[in-house]
């Protein structure tokens, strides 16, 4: 597969950009990898699963969460604010399978927990990691490329 980032080096650096406004957005950093993790899962991107749960641990994340990342529901192991971006991020990154879109009880779930910058970011994000899984996913970027 081509090396679309080296190749379309415009558009890497502007998902790049993307990244460094995310860091400094005020959504917490551990919120963040979550979110990039659960994306990762739904979209089967390995490349994203495995970079974001390195991440996580590295940041100090329990095995134990991780682990519970893909059944986050049923795992006693996240916040509300927490169990609210996971909402957001699934219903975000399956939107193809509701046709109203995010669900309002999922939006005021997350607006609940998010002040409106941040709840903004947090969409960014989301669409971020949308965008990272379907470019590694389309080029079979294998797990542990990025080390």
Same mark, same amino acid.
């Given at each position: 597969?081509?090396?679309?980032?080296?190749?379309?080096?415009?558009?890497? +650096?502007?998902?790049?950009?993307?990244?460094?406004? @995310?860091?400094?957005?005020?959504?917490?950093?551990?919120?963040? #990898?979550?979110? $990039?993790?659960?994306?990762?899962?739904?979209?089967?991107?390995? &490349?994203?699963?495995?970079?974001? *749960?390195? $991440? %996580?641990?590295?940041?100090?994340? %329990?095995? #134990? $969460?991780?682990?519970?990342?893909? *059944?986050? $529901?049923?795992? !006693?192991?996240? &916040?509300?604010?927490?169990?609210?971006?996971?909402? @957001?991020?699934?219903?975000? &990154?399956? =939107?193809?399978?509701? !046709?109203?879109?995010?669900?309002?009880? =999922?939006?005021? +779930?997350?607006?609940?927990?998010?002040?409106? %910058?941040? @709840? *903004?970011? @947090?969409?960014?994000? =989301? *669409? %971020?990691?949308?965008?990272?899984?379907? =470019?590694?996913?389309? &080029?079979?970027?294998?797990?542990?490329?990025?080390?």
């Amino acid at each position: 597969m081509a090396d679309v980032y080296r190749l379309a080096g415009g558009g890497y +650096q502007a998902l790049a950009a993307m990244e460094q406004f @995310l860091q400094g957005s005020g959504v917490p950093r551990h919120i963040l #990898e979550l979110v $990039r993790l659960r994306t990762g899962q739904i979209n089967g991107c390995a &490349t994203c699963v495995d970079l974001h *749960a390195h $991440r %996580s641990h590295e940041a100090g994340e %329990s095995n #134990e $969460r991780l682990w519970a990342v893909a *059944a986050w $529901r049923e795992a !006693p192991y996240f &916040t509300d604010q927490e169990r609210a971006a996971l909402a @957001l991020t699934e219903a975000a &990154t399956r =939107i193809a399978d509701n !046709p109203d879109g995010v669900p309002d009880e =999922i939006w005021e +779930q997350a607006a609940k927990h998010f002040d409106e %910058s941040s @709840l *903004a970011a @947090l969409v960014m994000a =989301i *669409a %971020s990691a949308n965008a990272w899984n379907r =470019i590694n996913v389309t &080029t079979r970027r294998t797990a542990g490329s990025y080390r």
